[in-house]
């Protein structure tokens, strides 16, 4: 029996969300197949092996269950545990990553098992840190597939100035989204409508990473695609479509704490636009070197255009989140999914 291991927490903004992805995954993932154990990174990055109640992870008890702590032997390639000298190390087959945002999701985590040579779910170290800077995505996607993109601008901390505003209005105009480049689950992203707002919502971008991004807001309907890879072999689930309630974008409190956002699977967009916007997502998919599974995001326009938004190499796995519900839509569930994802890993 493989032994996997489901990788919680973490050091980024979407600490909380990773504990509710992580609880679904062991919730659902096949123990008469597996060998499942769980593994938790605390908010200052240390790990430890969890040996306690999993129902206490999403409510972010599990800190104060039993646990151990963890170390990484790079001559042995393995995790370790130490108790009165003695180590004993973990055997284990897969690494499943359930954490959002920095230190996982931008290639850090995946580099470390690949110098281990632990296998692991997901994109590589190089694609996931690509993905992960919406500014590079999108120039990569701009030259190897040419889907249209909302105009932007890149603002860094340490060139920052007032003059960056009239910049922006000049070349981006109001109404406005200021996001920080390498994030995810829309933390610290602002709609900005005023001057007198601007200043405000970049420093809360910045507070989440050095370089920001300036965009125009698109008007439309927010359309997702699920993609699945094995071995060479691409799944990709109807489109989604996100109708976030009346919320000015679907931020974080409305993807993870509010119920006021819905979906619509497949998306109430033409034919011809979920076959379209399927392939576009494939396409995007492999101009990233993505590999195991990634969201690609569009805007569908009243005029008929599909517009990029951006690609997330580690979505979200909540019960509410539309990865998941897409690939259900397929025909493939949420069991199935992982067994799949690990079976490509392994």
């Known amino acids: 029996m493989k032994t996997v291991a ?73 995790l370790y545990t130490e108790s009165s000298g003695v180590r004993e190390y973990l055997d284990i087959d897969v690494i499943l990553p359930m954490i959002h945002g920095k230190f996982c999701e931008d290639g850090t985590i995946q580099g470390m098992f690949a110098v281990t040579g632990i296998p692991f779910v997901g994109c590589d ?13 999108k120039t990569i996607v701009h030259e190897k597939v040419g889907v249209k993109q909302a105009r932007s601008l890149v603002l860094k901390k340490d060139e920052y100035s007032a003059d ?30 005023t001057p007198e707002s601007f200043a405000s919502a970049v420093e809360a971008a910045f507070r989440e990473d050095c370089k920001v991004l300036v965009e125009e807001a698109i008007t439309g309907r927010e359309v997702e695609v699920a993609v699945l890879e094995e071995k060479g072999k691409y799944t990709v689930a109807h489109p989604a479509e996100i109708d976030n309630g009346g919320a000015e974008f679907y931020d974080y409190d409305t993807k993870y704490v509010t119920n006021t956002s819905s979906f619509y699977i497949p998306a109430r967009i033409p034919e011809s636009a979920q076959e379209k916007v399927r392939k576009l997502a494939e396409s995007i998919f492999r ?52 067994d799949r994802l690990i079976q490509t890993a392994l």
């Open 6 to 78: 489901i990788l919680f927490g973490g050091r980024s903004s979407e600490y909380e969300v990773s504990l509710v992805s992580a609880t679904g995954a062991y919730t659902n993932i096949d123990k008469s197949k597996y060998n499942v154990i769980l593994i938790g990174i605390t908010r200052k990055g240390r790990f430890f092996l969890y040996r306690d109640d999993p129902d206490l992870i999403p409510s972010d008890r599990w800190t104060d269950g039993e646990k151990t702590p963890l170390s990484l032997d790079l001559a042995e390639g393995k």
């Open 125 to 137: 170290c190089q694609s996931s840190a690509v993905c992960m800077d919406k500014d590079v995505t």
């Open 164 to 193: 960056c505003l009239s910049i922006c209005e000049n070349q981006i105009g109001y109404p406005m989204f200021v996001k920080p480049s390498r994030a995810g689950s829309s933390v610290g992203v602002a709609k900005v409508k």
């Open 287 to 338: 101009a990233l070197d993505c590999t195991g599974f990634a969201r690609v995001d569009f805007f569908y326009t009243p005029e008929g255009e599909l517009v990029f938004n951006e690609i997330n190499t580690l979505p979200g796995f909540t019960p509410i989140s539309m990865y998941p519900k897409m690939m259900i839509n397929e025909g493939i569930s949420y069991s199935e999914l992982l």
